[in-house]
């Protein structure tokens, strides 16, 4: 009898071990969903800063700004290489793709 309250007992032990590290990993989820959050908030912080201020920027941010610009222009280039492989064209005043053909946009209707 001895032997199977020792099982027993271990049993219970192993299943309450197995509810903590649950418990933590259900709470470590947690705090990387509000972390994730928290990111996309600094993102679009930033977002507006820069829209807002960036004529202005200060000295120690300048870096950042420039490397943000450069991507800027890499995207811009990768998405002409794709509007010339799929025989479409961008249009200068909103950014959508629009068929080579087209004369107006049929987003924004700026003259192509």
């Known amino acids: 009898m001895e032997l199977f309250d020792a099982l027993a007992k271990k049993g219970q032990e192993l299943a309450d071990k197995a509810k903590d590290v649950y418990d933590v990993n259900m709470i470590n989820m947690k705090i990387h969903n509000e972390e994730k959050e928290m990111n996309r908030e600094y993102i679009a912080l930033a977002k507006k800063y820069l829209e807002k201020y960036e004529q202005e920027i200060d000295p120690d941010f300048i870096e950042y700004v420039e490397e943000i610009q450069k991507h800027k222009e890499a995207i ?7 509007s010339v492989v799929k025989g479409t064209k ?3 005043g909103c950014g959508k793709t629009v068929e080579e053909s087209a004369e107006y946009c049929k987003t924004c209707g700026k003259k192509m």
């Open 90 to 92: 961008i249009c200068t």
């Open 76 to 82: 811009e280039e990768y998405r002409l290489k794709i």
